[in-house]
């Protein structure tokens, strides 16, 4: 991917736009998390005798820790330290709480995806595939500058990608973050100029071990039951209620919608209509306008994520920022696709807008990751920039810090 070369101030003019492009994104999204929760969760909320804003003031909290932590990353903690020792202390730090979770972690919903340390819980799993990313960035671009050797690639691959990955999903039997994480990788394989051929070789693997692991697990099978939900054997009172209360939701809406605050389904007809299926709501209250909108909001905030991968300054920023921004937008269309019934329930939560602390400070986290990467300029001018671009393979570097090894 060609990059342009940054001026001597904070920022290059290639990345300014697409940087406030990105912010506007990602507080547009938020706030409509906010008013969408509020109406959402009020219903629920008064079933369990608390404050209708209770879900509200929650992720109102989590945001600000969202914020502060966004923040930090973009503007004190540089997108390189992570290529240096500290992303070992990352990596290790999210494997220990992925076997902290296996060993004590809390179940719901039939999943043991969750971990209370003292007053905090937290679903470890939204912060390992950001460690997981960063990892794999780092150890591509060192293979590029030949720094190490193809074996000794590969093994710290399977040691470092795939072992942790194996193990989340064997332990969570969670194929959602599993496809989430193997997109960031392909992403990270895709900016740093990996062959195709090598890049559809893996996703070959990726497909057949995805349907290795539908066919032969009857929980996940009955998921596909989404194909005809009013097939349940229960005449849709059974695993098909979810999603046709979510089709409820969507005609309701039609193409204005109800009106924001007067959906139907949200009075405990629709599971989960504040967290994993608060799209079937914005459908219901905004219409076919506002869900479509939402949809447009989350393409330009992917414009935006790729242009600044496009301007970096070397290839672990392209490789952090655009595969932190692929993995960020396609979680956001998982979550919409099970919600209209396009891919089977997996319980991804929409970033920004479904309620969840976890999952909302990760997604801030990688948003400040990315405009990190943006902010750096490498030293170079404009002009050093423009010279390295005319490189016409990147893999030019690499050759000459071979040579000088």
């Known amino acids: 991917m060609p990059r342009i070369g940054n001026t001597t101030s904070n920022a290059a003019p290639d990345v300014i736009g697409p940087r406030l492009i990105m912010l506007l994104c990602v507080l547009g999204l938020t706030l409509l998390g906010f008013v ?3 109406s959402a969760s009020s219903i629920s909320a008064m079933s369990e005798d608390i404050s209708t804003a209770s879900y509200l003031i929650d992720q109102l909290g989590f945001a600000v820790v969202g914020v502060i932590a966004m923040f930090v990353l973009w503007k004190v903690v540089p997108y390189r330290f992570w290529e240096g020792p500290a992303i070992w202390v990352i990596w290790g730090v999210a494997v220990a709480l992925l076997l902290l ?3 004590m972690g809390l179940s719901a919903l039939g999943a043991q995806r969750w ?3 003292g007053p905090i819980s937290l679903q470890p799993s939204e912060f390992v595939k950001i460690a997981i990313v960063l990892m794999a960035a780092k150890l591509f671009s060192e293979f590029r500058m030949g720094l190490t050797d193809p074996r000794t690639f590969i093994v710290q691959m399977i040691i470092f990608i795939v072992a942790p990955t194996g193990f989340l999903f064997a332990t969570q039997s969670d194929l959602g973050t599993t496809a989430i994480i193997a997109l ?12 195709l051929r090598t890049i559809l070789i893996v996703i070959g693997c990726l497909v057949v071990f995805a349907l ?3 066919v032969f697990s009857s929980y996940r099978g009955d998921r596909f039951l989404y194909l005809n939900p009013w097939n349940d054997g229960e005449n849709g009172y059974g695993r098909g209620y979810q999603i046709i209360h979510s089709y409820y939701a969507f005609a309701e809406g039609g193409i204005f919608g109800t009106g924001l605050g007067n959906s139907r389904e949200k009075y405990l007809y629709l599971p989960e209509s504040e967290t994993d299926f608060i799209y079937a709501i914005i459908g219901e209250e905004l219409g076919l306008i506002g869900a479509v909108a939402v949809i447009i909001v989350w393409l330009i905030l ?4 790729m242009r600044i991968a496009r301007a970096a300054t ?3 920023g392209a490789m952090i920022s655009g595969a932190l921004t692929i993995m960020l937008v396609f979680q956001a269309f998982l979550n919409i696709g099970c919600v209209i019934g396009v891919f089977p329930t997996t319980g991804k939560p929409l970033p920004f807008i479904s309620s969840g602390g976890s999952s909302l400070i990760a997604s801030f986290m990688m948003i400040g990751l990315i405009l990190s990467v943006s902010e750096d300029t490498g030293g170079r001018s404009v002009y050093e920039g423009r010279r390295d ?3 016409v393979v990147r893999g030019g570097r690499s050759e000459r810090a071979r040579s000088r090894g």
Do not use: N
């Open 36 to 38: 969408m929760i509020y």
């Open 101 to 103: 979770t296996a060993i």
């Open 115 to 117: 971990l209370r340390l």
């Open 184 to 195: 960031g990788v392909l992403g990270v394989m895709w900016l740093g100029e990996v062959p």
């Open 212 to 214: 290795g692991a539908t």
């Open 302 to 305: 992917l414009w935006a994520g």
């Open 314 to 316: 070397d290839d672990f």
């Open 389 to 391: 671009d005319l490189r």
